[in-house]
T-cell receptor
C-alpha cells in the first residue's frame, strides 16, 4: 500500500531533550516536506527536499534540522525542543514537487514539549 | 501580508446543497499553483483539486470545482451536492512561482447538516 509513515504519532517530551520524528515513503517520490499545524495558523512549511542531499528552508525552519540521505526517508530533528514547538507535525511527499499539488501526507505526529 | 486568505472560519450547509469556500491569494509572480486540501476530524490531509495559473479552464474533480478568478486573485472551492462526509476543515494553498514552497491558509471548517 502506498503510504507516508511518520513515527512517533504521539510524543511528550521535555525542553532541551533532542528528538527525531521519522518520515518514510514507499512511492519512490522525489519530493518530501515537513509542515507544522497550529490552531488558527493553518499549516506552515518547515523544510522541504527535492531529492537526496537537497534540502531547502520553508517558512518556519528555526529550531529544526532535516536530512535526506536516502530517497525514502526525511527525518525531522529537534536538537533542543522548546514549548513553542508543541504542535501537530505532518510529513508529505510527491512525485514531482508541488507542480500538480497532489501531496501525500502522513497521519501526523502530535508533539508536546513541557 | 498574508499570501493566502480564507476569511470564513466556519460555514454551515444543508445536505445536498452547494457551498462555496472562499480563498484569496497574493502574489506578483505570473506562475503559481493553487490547491485545496480537506482535513477530516481524523486528522489526515486529503488533496482535492489543483489549478495552475496558466490553466485556461477552471479545475473540476467530481463534486469539487475551483472557481478561479485571476483578476480578483480568488480561487474559491465549490462543493456541489454536499454530503455529511464533507464535514471537515478545508485548506487553500498556493505554490508561488516555480519554487516548491507551499503556503497554506488558515482553513475553513465546514459543517454539513441533514
Amino acid at each position: 500500500e502506498a503510504q507516508v509513515t511518520q513515527n512517533p504519532r504521539y510524543l511528550i517530551t521535555v525542553t532541551g531533550k533532542k528528538l527525531t520524528v521519522t518520515c518514510s515513503q514507499n512511492m519512490n517520490h522525489e519530493y518530501m516536506s515537513w509542515y507544522r499545524q497550529d490552531p488558527g495558523l493553518g499549516l506552515r512549511q518547515i523544510y522541504y527536499s527535492m531529492n537526496v542531499e537537497v534540502t531547502d528552508k520553508g517558512d518556519v525552519p528555526e529550531g529544526y534540522k532535516v536530512s535526506r540521505k536516502e530517497k525514502r526517508n526525511f527525518p525531522l530533528i529537534l536538537e533542543s525542543p522548546s514549548p513553542n514547538q508543541t504542535s501537530l507535525y505532518f510529513c508529505a511527499s510527491s512525485l514531482r514537487g508541488t507542480l500538480t499539488g497532489e501531496l501525500f501526507f502522513g497521519e501526523g505526529s502530535r508533539l508536546t514539549v513541557l | 501580508a498574508q499570501k493566502i486568505t480564507q476569511t470564513q472560519p466556519g460555514m454551515f450547509v444543508q445536505e445536498k446543497e452547494a457551498v462555496t469556500l472562499d480563498c484569496t491569494y497574493d502574489t506578483s509572480d505570473p506562475s503559481y499553483g493553487l490547491f485545496w486540501y480537506k482535513q477530516p476530524s481524523s486528522g489526515e490531509m486529503i488533496f482535492l483539486i489543483y489549478q495552475g495559473s496558466y490553466d485556461q479552464q477552471n479545475a473540476t474533480e467530481g463534486r469539487y470545482s475551483l472557481n478561479f478568478q485571476k483578476a480578483r486573485k480568488s480561487a474559491n472551492l465549490v462543493i456541489s451536492a454536499s454530503q455529511l462526509g464533507d464535514s471537515a476543515m478545508y485548506f487553500c494553498a498556493m505554490r508561488e512561482g516555480n519554487t516548491d514552497k507551499l503556503i497554506f491558509g488558515t482553513g475553513t471548517r465546514l459543517q454539513v447538516f441533514p
